[in-house]
């Protein structure tokens, strides 16, 4: 099946540096990639959707400053958190979807634990 | 971001019995309902899938309800076995390709 990665899939940072995350789709290329934080014990929640060649929509409440996405290819999306403080701390999990295999179905990377010290 | 709840409800259940984990969606234009499995510090794993114009779905061990009059989805699994025991999460979506998900249920599996 598809396979979406992630790098790194942990890190740790100091506050006030930046934090790039990739999420690449391995065995298709994906025109739409979405961006998820999930807090401990807490349901995903969504934070923008990401299109290739074009800038990100972002949710309702989410700094598109803080979090800049960047789309620059059919198998690359990346999260950068800037000025990471320590409620940034989360798990970041991204998914890509595939417009043409099994009717637009997503698939999940395997996340990345951020933690910011 | 959108989602329903901030806490986990949890299911305990016997190895061996059947498991059956509820959720409540939100939107009614959703069209189209996926539930995930994920264990700790992973991503999200694809279950089974439900189109707005079915009712059942039936995979391997697993069944998806759908109720759209009462916005509800129900997800059964058979025979319910120690690896069962993680996270899981209904999710939506209403065909503009955002998927929102719910607040999740973790079953513990009993051996």
């Known amino acids: 099946g598809a396979v979406v990665s992630q790098h790194p899939s942990w890190v740790i940072c100091k506050s006030g540096t930046s934090v790039k995350i990739e999420c690449r789709s391995l065995?298709?290329?994906?025109?739409?990639m979405f961006w998820y934080r999930q807090f401990p014990k807490q349901s995903l929640m969504l934070m923008a959707t990401?299109?290739?060649?074009?800038?990100?929509?972002?949710e309702q409440g989410v700094e598109k400053d803080k979090f800049l996405i960047n789309h620059a290819s059919l198998t690359l999306s990346t999260l950068t958190v800037t000025s990471a403080h320590p409620e940034d701390s989360s798990f970041y999990i991204c998914?890509?979807?595939?417009?043409?295999?099994?009717?637009?179905?997503?698939?999940f990377g395997p996340g990345t634990r951020l933690t910011v010290t | 971001g959108e989602s329903v709840g901030l806490h986990l409800p949890t299911l305990s259940v016997q190895e061996g019995d059947n498991s059956i984990i509820n959720c409540a969606y939100s939107?009614?234009?959703?069209?189209?309902f996926i539930w995930y499995k994920q264990e700790s510090g992973k991503g999200p794993q694809f279950i089974i899938d439900?189109?707005?114009?079915?009712d059942k779905r039936q995979g391997q061990r697993v069944t998806v309800l759908l109720n759209k009059t009462v916005k509800h989805l129900s997800l059964q699994i058979a025979a319910t076995q120690p690896g069962d025991s993680a996270v899981y999460f209904c999710?939506?979506?209403?065909?503009?390709?955002?998927?929102?998900f719910g607040a999740g249920t973790r079953l513990f599996v009993k051996a």
């Open positions: 998914s890509a979807r595939d417009p043409i295999g099994r009717g637009g179905e997503q698939y």
């Open positions: 065995d298709f290329q994906a025109t739409t």
């Open positions: 990401s299109n290739e060649g074009s800038k990100a929509t972002y």
């Open positions: 939107n009614s234009a959703s069209d189209y």
């Open positions: 439900i189109r707005s114009n079915m």
């Open positions: 999710a939506e979506n209403t065909g503009g390709f955002k998927t929102i």
